[in-house]
């Protein structure tokens, strides 16, 4: 290719990153003849290079610090939607109390709780954990919030409202673990149902 091009004089240097790896090459050449470069040239070549890697390794560093604070709010929009999904209040029943923390081990997670209370007075909790951290655990809690709430609405008990909910989230088809405790409390009765999947 120097052939083709009738390159007379070339310099090339090499674009090294704060590691000393090649990050790319800075090459000069010329068609004139009369015009080869000398020792002196080689040295400035150097030394614009040097000066060359230092601005590229700085603009990725920028570009790496912005990509990462753009991850982190988005991660943090991520966790007040996750916040959203989770009850707000506690019920208020008497001679009962209830308490519930939560804190997701990474920024989000798939960590779920709910208070659901029911038509007939009743009141169903919820506690699940979907396998894994991050953002599809997350995502898969969110629709495990949905799909719970629409199985206590069209299953009377709580045995039936879970495996109503086991079959939705398996035809999902994405190969993720989630374990589900529900409680159903009767305050009237005086009783609680469990049921677990």
Known sequence: SIADFRIRSVMCAPLLDRDGKAIGILQIDTLDQRQRFQDEDLELLVST???ASIAISNAR??????????????????????RAFLPTSRPDLRQYDFY???RAAN???????????LPDGRVAVLLADVVGHGVAAAMLMAKLSAEAR????SAPHASKALTALNDRLCG?????????????????AHTLTLANA
């Open 61 to 82: 560093l920028h570009d790496e610090t912005l990509q990462r604070r753009t991850l982190e709010r988005d991660l943090e929009l991520a966790r007040e939607v996750q």
């Open 150 to 153: 629409f199985s206590l609405a």
């Open 172 to 188: 999902l088809n994405l190969h993720r673990f989630v374990t589900c405790l529900m409680a159903v409390l009767d305050p009237s």
């Open 100 to 102: 519930d923390y939560y």
């Open 49 to 51: 290079a040097s000066q």
């Open 107 to 117: 920024h989000i997670g798939g960590d779920y709780y709910d208070y659901v209370p």
